[in-house]
Structure formats: structure tokens, C-alpha cells
């Protein structure tokens, strides 16, 4: 299994900043779950926070709010299929990771495995916001620690170099947009 | 300039399903702004709701409070330029729309211009959230109506064919991903 590498916290926004679709792990009391989502975006730089949408019908919602943690894995295009695979189903049926054969690694801080394969992975602690949470499924979360698989992401920049290892966007039923090519432009002079 | 065409609001999610970088137009009194957003996120389907963060120094920040309303404009990779420049320097200190010749054209049901050129547009309505907007500059809202360039999207579909077409995703300093290939995956027979 290849290893992953810390990635700074007061940078680590940059893992979501592009608008990846994400695979949200954890677990509580013997049980665990990988769910994917693509509702996610950061939310703040430093203390780095995110939001994410996790609807109140799933079993990671129970465990995330168990346990008031997770961690957001980022699949790559090879991980494609597994992300589709995981956002159907629950979790309460089936231990998707017995059922996908799907490896993990420990995380440093937060419970929730980390998903082995994917590009990064940011460990995630709940600020509770019980409103938000029961009226829009809304979670808000403090990032605590982030990693990278230094293929795809090191020095504080995205390689994007290998195309089975760039991130994904989901689309609808199925489909998603691989990462594309990057495209520099340059700040204003006032910038 | 082209014609823009009506997304129906129940698949408008997939406008932001992917992640894309925004621009966000506002208008209040009189005044009006833009500026670029990375962080937003569908946050419902149906009525469909989005989330984005509106930090509380910006001009924006005090139109969309004032108005109550907003445009999410999708920039294509022939405006990463622009998307850039509107993302730096403060609408307070000059129009943005004649320092860099925006073409615009009015929304349907909101005050705040569509931006001339993108690849679509979402017509918003805040959701007063205080407690959001105040502690994590970050506002809800209802998509009102949609719209796209048929060239891009249409029948529900990203089209993605032109490379100046698609749309961007800023990573940070000046650098964005452009929406790559697209990916189908099988969906599970029992989903």
C-alpha cells in the first residue's frame, strides 16, 4: 500500500478548493460506513473548517453524529466505480467494506478509517450546529489533520499527472467529469 | 450575444453538482458588484437550495444582505481571466463591470445581472440564517430560476464539447483545473 504524506493544515483547503466529489468514512461503537457526496466545499482557511451535506435517512449520518467525526477521502478516477458503488445502498444492509473488498488506513487523529487508493484525505471533527444539521443536513466540521498520496498532491500543489489519479466531479446518475488539464492566469498587478 | 436557455429548477443541481468555481453578481440601490466564489455547493433538490461563503469585508457581502438576492454565474475557460480579476480588488473602489467591459444581461426574477458569456446562471433568494451568515459568512439560498447557453448544457445534460466551453475550478495563486473528460460508470442493478 502506497503512503500517504501530512499535508499543512492552513493549506489543506486546497484538497477541496477545486470541487472534487468526496467519500465520507466513520465510524462509532464497532460500526463503520463510506458514503460519497458530492456536497462539500471548505468553509474557512485557518482553523480550516468544511461543510458537507449528509442526508438524515443514512447510517453515516448516525455514526457521524455518534461519534462527531469523519474523514473526507477524495476517490480518483480509478475509484470512480467504488464511488458510485458506495453512494447506493446503506450501510445498514451490508458492511460496504467487507462487500467492496475495500482497504483502509488508520487515520491520526479521528476514529473514521481513511479509504487506501484515494488522492487525499482530510480528518474531520463536527462543530455542532444542531439547526443546520436538522433542517438542511448540513454538517460543519473543523479539519484536524490532512494527507495526501504525494502521486497527486504534494508541496502544497496538485501534480495532476497520472490521469487514473486525478480527483472526480459527479455529475448525475453515474457520470462524473475527470479533473482536467490546469490553466494559470495571472493575478493583477494589485493582487 | 447568445441566447441562454431555461434549465427546469428540479436537475438545476447539476449546474454545481461538479464543483465548478462561480462568479457572483449582486445589485442593491443602485450599486452593483462581482466576485468569484470557489466555495459553494448544491444544498437541496427540490425546492433546490444552494450554500456559498460570502466573506463579510466584500461589497457583495452588503448587496446580497441588502437585496436579499444574488446571480451564480458559471465561468468557462475563456473567462478564467475575468474570473481572476473580479476575484481581486473591492467593487468599493470602482465598477467592476466598466473596468473590465462586462457584458450583461437581466435576470428573470431577481435584481442582480446574469453575467454575458458563462456557461449558466442560477437566479437566487437568500434564506435568512443569521447565525450563518454572521459566525461562518455563509449563506443559504433558493434557486429561483436557472438558465443555460445551450452550447454547454441542455436537456439536463452537461454537453462539454468546446474546450473555451467548459467550465473551471480554482485550486488557488492564479490556477485552475479545467472540467475534464467525462466518466460513465455503471450504476448498481439494485440502485
Request: net charge negative.
Amino acid at each position: 500500500m502506497k503512503h500517504s504524506i501530512p499535508v499543512e493544515l492552513k493549506t489543506s483547503y486546497r484538497l477541496l478548493n477545486h470541487g472534487p466529489t468526496i467519500m465520507v468514512s466513520s465510524a462509532h461503537h464497532g460500526r463503520r460506513n463510506l458514503m460519497s457526496a458530492a456536497w462539500s466545499m471548505p468553509l474557512d482557511f485557518q482553523p480550516p473548517k468544511i461543510a458537507v451535506v449528509i442526508d438524515k435517512t443514512t447510517l453515516t449520518r448516525e455514526l457521524v453524529e455518534g461519534s462527531g467525526e469523519f474523514v473526507i477521502n477524495l476517490p480518483t478516477v480509478a475509484q470512480a466505480g467504488l464511488a458510485v458503488a458506495v453512494g447506493h445502498g446503506s450501510g445498514r444492509d451490508q458492511d460496504k467494506f467487507e462487500r467492496y473488498g475495500i482497504e483502509t488506513l488508520p487515520a491520526s487523529i479521528v476514529g473514521a478509517p481513511m479509504i487506501a487508493g484515494c488522492a487525499a484525505w482530510l480528518e474531520c471533527k463536527v462543530i455542532a450546529e444542531p439547526h443546520l444539521q436538522s433542517t438542511y443536513d448540513l454538517f460543519i466540521a473543523e479539519v484536524v489533520a490532512a494527507w495526501s498520496d504525494p502521486d497527486c498532491y504534494s508541496n502544497g500543489r496538485w501534480l495532476n499527472t497520472q490521469p487514473e489519479q486525478r480527483t472526480v466531479h459527479y455529475i448525475a446518475g453515474g457520470a462524473f467529469f475527470a479533473t482536467g488539464e490546469r490553466i494559470d492566469v495571472d493575478l493583477p498587478a494589485d493582487a
